[in-house]
């Protein structure tokens, strides 16, 4: 049986006839989108080929890392804020990923759990408990059989953690909320607690980052000898505008002085002020502002402390607290090995505190304090 030209033409557009309007209008979405990536990739090569010609490297094997320090170099004195130096990033770096078609041109979802409104995010959820029930599969054989977990193979998740929300939803190309959020990082935390959770390794690693790329220029120095054979080292920490010069030496008697003065008798608190940082960093009583009292206060005048209570001359007990404690954590470095380096890193003790007190503003009461309007 033939057809006409006008019936077979109709038989050719009835599955058009079949495509709903919101699945023309997202397959033209993505189309432009793989349209515009494409070129983005494009015009990306050819700068990279521009920039590795610059600087007199190969073109095929210029790597991000060679893109980065070429930048630096080509804008060494002009541009003193990091932030405002040009970035040049592989456009799926810079472009926030897009999900593929989640149905067919008839309506059908192509993903079992698309009517959940988040199926990356309980499919990640579906494969966790895969891998809980496996693991308990596992360990019940080996109790059967009588054996017990390699304890040398133990997971460690020391210097990472687990992705944010915001990263956690860029991976799965979905929206998460809070409650989504926590829900999966418990989920995550008791298959870590397994026994025999480093069977799954990748799977738990693919949902951590890493706290700090390890540096090879951040060596730590060798321990020095005095005359005597005994170790010490020396280092120097900093807070705001306070600098403060640490001696540790290995195998002493305990007794920590600063400037002379035993640490409890320099940071002697004479009443007044309590709950400081410096309290908490140096793990004992602090001073207070001298030379200045309340409004309505009386001056007392028949008091004299004695020599050892006498307050410092410099008023920055906090400031001075942060510089010993950042001074004292360098110079222990020497003394301990790599995994206890990598605790106090962790911990914020090796790490300068650069924050500086803000400069007062005219015509205000302080730096961000302004007065108060009255309208009458």
């Known amino acids: 049986m033939s057809l006409g030209r006008e019936q077979a033409g109709q038989v050719q557009q009835r599955p058009a ?18 349209e515009f990536m494409r070129k983005q990739v494009h015009e990306f090569e050819i700068g990279k080929r521009h920039l590795a010609n610059m600087m007199g490297e190969d073109p095929e094997h210029f790597t991000q890392e060679d893109v980065d320090r070429a930048i630096e170099y080509l804008f060494p004195t002009g541009i003193f804020d990091k932030k405002a130096r040009p ?12 999900k593929a078609a989640q149905f067919d041109a008839t309506g059908r ?37 009588g054996k017990l977990p390699d304890i ?8 990472s953690e687990w992705l944010d929300i915001e990263e956690l939803g860029k991976m799965l190309v979905e929206t998460l909320k809070e409650p ?8 995550m935390n008791r298959l870590v607690e397994h026994p025999l959770a480093y069977h799954h390794k990748d799977f738990i690693f693919k949902y951590r980052k890493m706290l700090r790329v390890s540096n090879e220029t951040d060596t730590v120095p060798e321990l020095l000898f ?27 008697s305990g007794r920590v002085t600063v400037n002379g003065l035993p640490l409890v008798h320099y940071c002697h ?3 007044g002020r309590s709950g400081n940082q410096d309290v908490a960093q140096y793990d004992g009583p602090t001073q207070r502002y001298h030379g200045k009292r309340r409004r309505g206060h009386r001056k007392r005048t028949s008091f004299v402390p004695e020599p050892w209570k006498r307050p410092h001359p410099v008023q920055a007990p906090s400031s001075q607290a942060g510089a010993v ?27 300068r505190d650069v924050r500086e007190r803000e400069r007062y503003k005219p015509g205000k009461k302080g730096s961000r304090k302004g007065r108060t309007w009255k309208k009458r």
Do not use: I, W
């Not at 970035?87 to 897009?98: G, I, L, N, Y």
């Not at 040398?152 to 210097?159: R, V, Y």
């Open 152 to 159: 040398t193979q133990k997971l460690s998740l020391l210097g």
């Open 87 to 98: 970035k040049m990033r592989h456009p799926t770096e810079v472009f926030p990923q897009q």
């Open 269 to 271: 608190r004479d009443g």
């Open 325 to 351: 404690r950042h001074a004292v954590s360098l110079a222990l470095r020497s003394f301990v090995d790599k995994e206890m380096q990598e605790t106090m890193r962790l911990a914020g003790l090796l790490t």
């Open 109 to 145: 979802p192509f993903h079992t759990l698309f009517y959940t409104l988040k199926p990356n995010f309980y499919m990640t959820l579906y494969e966790l408990v895969e891998k809980m029930n496996q693991l308990d599969r596992l360990q019940a054989k080996n109790d059967a059989l």
């Open 17 to 34: 006839k079949n495509t709903s309007k919101a699945m023309m209008a997202y397959l033209e979405r993505a189309t432009k989108h793989e």
């Open 180 to 187: 989504q959020y926590q829900e999966f990082v418990r989920a």
């Open 226 to 252: 005095d005359s005597a054979g005994r170790p010490y080292m020396e280092a120097t920490g900093y807070r705001k505008r306070a600098v403060a010069r640490a001696v540790v030496h290995g195998r002493g």
